[in-house]
């Protein structure tokens, strides 16, 4: 099919999806036509204003005029829930945090209707599956890493871990769990279910990501009450060894949401604007690489495969906030609406 009879298509099935699936439409697979996740398009998870119940998760694909702003109730004939943090895809089903709802729920991902719901967390923040039955998620409250068992999809157990944990990653049959209340990066056995190690790094670990060469990077955020600045790590997951650290200059730095390009060399992360860092850099970016000249970015991700730089503006928190999608030489491409408070992206 030539590129613009493709596009016409894929236009033609997403403006379907926006006027004729119905609010009031039973939750089945028959209520609203697939997302055509073969065309190069993104997911975003929108928060939602804390306590409202209007979390959301909108689609947008290029030569869109404007991203579908919510995919859930459609589907399912009733809102996503409170809060939406995160979502993973794995085994042919995205798994959508929902914080303050305490739930993941588990969608298809193209008719995007739920086929599960996981009850039982008290705050949760992220997924990842360790084994093709068993996934961790991890939690704001709980002083625990909760275990979920993918077959039947209920919790079994859980891990203490003290504090807020956050992001984590697997690698070498360990869990690497980066924990924003103190300045350890725990380390779990994924077939023991216990923490064998705690790795001494900067205060208030919020992201993980794994380059090239299979080191981990883990940016922290610090604590300026404390006096603790913010920091960059890198280690090697198989020794638990630090091999490097960047320590940020000023108390005004909080660095997060580090992500990582699709050749796995270049790291990127929001600081009061989009900053980006080789792998092999000697020392952090003197500034940002593309300032945020009065927005108030939120979400980062980096497209796996061009490596366009997809940034979200919460704006008030109020409004629905708005998606820049800058090339890799920073020159903007476009810009569109998504939900409220879009704070992270899933490439397909």
């Given amino acids: 099919m030539k590129e613009s009879s493709k596009l016409i298509f894929i236009l033609f099935v997403l403006s379907y999806f926006l006027f004729f699936c119905r609010k009031d439409a039973p939750p089945s697979n028959q209520g609203c036509p697939p997302i055509p996740v073969g065309a190069d398009g993104v997911f975003i998870t929108n928060e939602g204003n804390f306590m409202f ?15 579908i702003e919510d995919l859930f109730k459609p589907a399912n004939n009733r809102p996503l829930g409170d809060v939406c943090q995160s979502m993973y895809y794995f085994n042919n089903r995205f798994y959508i945090v929902v914080n303050n709802s305490g739930k993941v729920e588990v969608v298809h991902p193209v008719s995007f209707v739920a086929t599960h719901t996981i009850t039982g967390f008290t705050s949760p923040r992220y997924f990842l599956p360790v084994s093709h039955s068993k996934a961790y998620v991890t ?68 992201s993980i990501v794994e380059d090239k060469n299979g080191r ?25 060894t630090v091999e490097k650290t960047f320590i940020f200059p000023s108390m005004s ?32 970016p003197s500034g940002p690489w593309i300032s945020s000249e009065g927005r108030n970015f939120y979400g980062l991700g980096i497209h796996p495969r061009k490596s366009y730089v997809y940034v979200a503006d919460a704006i008030d928190y109020v409004q629905r906030g708005k998606v820049y999608v800058f090339k890799p030489d920073g020159t903007l491409m476009y810009t569109f609406l998504a939900g409220i408070i879009p704070a992270d992206f899933y490439f397909p």
Wanted: overall charge negative; aromatic content about 10%.
């Fill in 53 to 67: 119940g209007n979390a959301s998760v909108s689609y947008y694909a290029e030569g869109m005029s404007e991203a």
């Fill in 139 to 206: 939690d704001l409250y709980s002083n625990a890493v909760s275990i979920v068992n993918l077959s039947t999809g209920q919790l079994t157990g859980s891990i203490p871990c003290p504090g807020w944990t956050e992001e984590l990653r697997s690698a070498y049959g360990k869990a690497f769990v980066t924990n924003r209340s103190t300045n350890k990066l725990y380390v779990i056995s994924t077939t023991e279910d216990k923490i064998i190690d705690s790795i001494k790094i900067g205060f208030g670990a919020n």
């Fill in 216 to 240: 981990l990077w883990v940016l922290c955020s610090g604590h300026s009450n404390q006096g603790e600045h913010a920091s960059l790590h890198r280690l090697d997951p198989l020794t638990h």
């Fill in 253 to 284: 730095d909080a660095p997060w949401r580090l992500d990582i390009n699709g050749t796995h060399d270049t790291l990127y992360f929001l600081n009061h604007g989009i900053w980006r860092m080789p792998i092999t850099s000697q020392q952090l």
